[in-house]
C-alpha cells in the first residue's frame, strides 16, 4: 500500500517499536513526525535522518506525552510542518516492574500518566485537529498482551495498558460518526530496550541471571522467536491504511502466538 499527500505522529519514535512504526508508516508513504522527550532528541532526529535517506520526509518534534499541552503541541508543529494531519500512533510507554504489594502512589500516578493519560490526550488533540481539517482520521495505540491478560510483577503496567483497550473501544464508538476510526495493538514479547529493563529488574527480585526471563518467555511464543518492533510496524500500517476501513474499536494480538482470543 502506498498513500499519498497523508501525515502520521508517532510517539515514543525515537527507539524501539516507535521507531520500527515511523520507519514503516514512511515506506507507505507518510510525512512523519517522530515525537519523544526532549532527552532522546539525538535517536528521533537519526531516524528522520534514516526516512529522509530513504526518499521520505519527516520532522522531530519534542514532546512529553503525560503532558497534554505537549501532546497538542505536537499534533499542532505536525500539521504546520508537514501540511496536513491524518493518523496519530500513540505509542509512548514505560514498562514498571513490581510486586502488587509494593505498589506506591507515585508508581500508579507515573505509569498511568505516560502509558493511559496519554493516549487519551492523543485521541482528543487527533480528534479535534481532525474535525477542524473537516475529515476523518485513524487513532492508534499502543495495547499489550498485559492489556488481555494482567502479568505478574507487572500488576500496575497491566492495568493500564487494560485501560488503554477500554478507552479505545469507548473512543471508537464515539467518534465513528465523525469519520474517525480508533484502534489497538497488542505485541507480546518484542526484543526492546523495554524488555532489557523489564529482565533486568525481574532478575533482581526472581533471581533469574541476565536474560533468562526473557528466554523463559521465549519459549511459550509458538512461532518460536523474539518479536520485532517490524512485526508489530505491520499492524499498525493495517490499521493506518484503508485495508481497515471497516475496522474500530479492537484490539489486535500480534505476539508470534502466546494469547489466542
Ligand atoms: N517491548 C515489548 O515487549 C512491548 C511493548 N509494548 C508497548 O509498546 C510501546 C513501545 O515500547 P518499546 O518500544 O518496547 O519501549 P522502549 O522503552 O524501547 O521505547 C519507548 C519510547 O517511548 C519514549 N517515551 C517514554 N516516556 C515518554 C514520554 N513521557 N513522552 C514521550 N515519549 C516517551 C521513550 O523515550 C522511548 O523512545 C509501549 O507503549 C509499550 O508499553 C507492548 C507490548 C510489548
Ligand atoms: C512489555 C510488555 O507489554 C510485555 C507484555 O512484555
Do not use: C
Amino acid at each position: 500500500m502506498t498513500v499519498q499527500n497523508k501525515v502520521a505522529l508517532v510517539t515514543g519514535a525515537g527507539q524501539g517499536i516507535g521507531r520500527g512504526i515511523a520507519l514503516r508508516l514512511a515506506r507507505d508513504g507518510f510525512s512523519v513526525a517522530v515525537a519523544d522527550l526532549q532527552s532522546q532528541k539525538e535517536k528521533g532526529e537519526a531516524v528522520v535522518a534514516e526516512i529522509e535517506a530513504s526518499g521520505g520526509t519527516a520532522v522531530f518534534i519534542a514532546a512529553d506525552v503525560g503532558q497534554r499541552a505537549d501532546v497538542v503541541g505536537a499534533v499542532e508543529t505536525a500539521t504546520q510542518q508537514l501540511g496536513g494531519f491524518d493518523v496519530i500512533v500513540n505509542n509512548a510507554g514505560i514498562a514498571q516492574v513490581r510486586p502488587v504489594m509494593e505498589i506506591t502512589e507515585e508508581d500508579l500516578e507515573q505509569v498511568f500518566r505516560i502509558n493511559l493519560n496519554s493516549v487519551i490526550w492523543g485521541i482528543q488533540a487527533a480528534a479535534a485537529k481532525f474535525e477542524e481539517l473537516q475529515h476523518g482520521g485513524r487513532i492508534i495505540s499502543a495495547a499489550s498482551i498485559a492489556a488481555v491478560k494482567g502479568f505478574p510483577i507487572l500488576g500496575a503496567y497491566s492495568a493500564s495498558k487494560f485501560a488503554v483497550r477500554g478507552i479505545t473501544q469507548a473512543a471508537a464508538q464515539e467518534l465513528a460518526p465523525k469519520g474517525i476510526t480508533v484502534n489497538a495493538y497488542a505485541p507480546g514479547i518484542v526484543g526492546t530496550g523495554m524488555w532489557d529493563l523489564i529482565d533486568r529488574e525481574l532478575g533482581k527480585i526472581n533471581g533469574k541471571p541476565a536474560g533468562q526471563n526473557l528466554r523463559d518467555n521465549v519459549e511459550a511464543i509458538a512461532l518460536g522467536r523474539i518479536e520485532t518492533p517490524d512485526d508489530v510496524a505491520k499492524v499498525v500500517s493495517f490499521f493506518a491504511g484503508a485495508d481497515s476501513d471497516y475496522v474500530t474499536g479492537q484490539t489486535l494480538i500480534v505476539d508470534g502466538g502466546i494469547l489466542y482470543s
